[in-house]
């Protein structure tokens, strides 16, 4: 197996663990007053579990391999760095309302400082920064079409639940809020 792609699956389980731990510490930090999460994280975690074993096998053959691996390993983990610096980041701004399942803390208040400025899904953007490069480092096209295409649909839906939630939940102020901001990419989506 080449060294490249043992250092992209070992990212990829730092990168797991990195998550399951963030999990369980933001279970212990608040309590959670409503939830909504209509079983869309357990989607998107299968969604997501779909999207690497499908990369990786298909990375690990010579169907749909580009050339000049080298140039899209460091192109894929400099994209991957930056993810998890955005990810990292828009725990941070959160800090205690920072939550995995769709859920309203006790005395949640709109963050609007920091990414939460420009987009409403930082997390996400971080998120979807790093299986992008995860895939694109893997330095096959059919690898990032097999992580990307699961991966998207999921975070689509997880979207679409969350901000339905968010509206209910924080009414005319989320509205204005979604006025100001996009989604996940600034001044497009």
Known sequence: MPAKLIIIIGFSYLYGFFEVFMNVRSKRKGTVATSGDKG???????LITLGYTLSFAI????????????TFFAIGS??????????VQSILTLRQYFTYSVAKIEGHTLIETGLYGRIRHPGYLGQLL???GISISMSNWLSILFMMLPVMIGYVYRIKVEERFMLEQLGERYANYQKRTKRIIPLLY
């Open 130 to 132: 790093i299986f992008t």
């Open 40 to 46: 869309s994280l357990w989607l998107l975690y299968g």
């Open 78 to 87: 400099g994209l991957a760095v930056i993810g998890l610096a955005v990810r």
């Open 59 to 70: 990375g690990a053959t010579q169907n749909g391999r580009m050339h000049s691996w080298d």
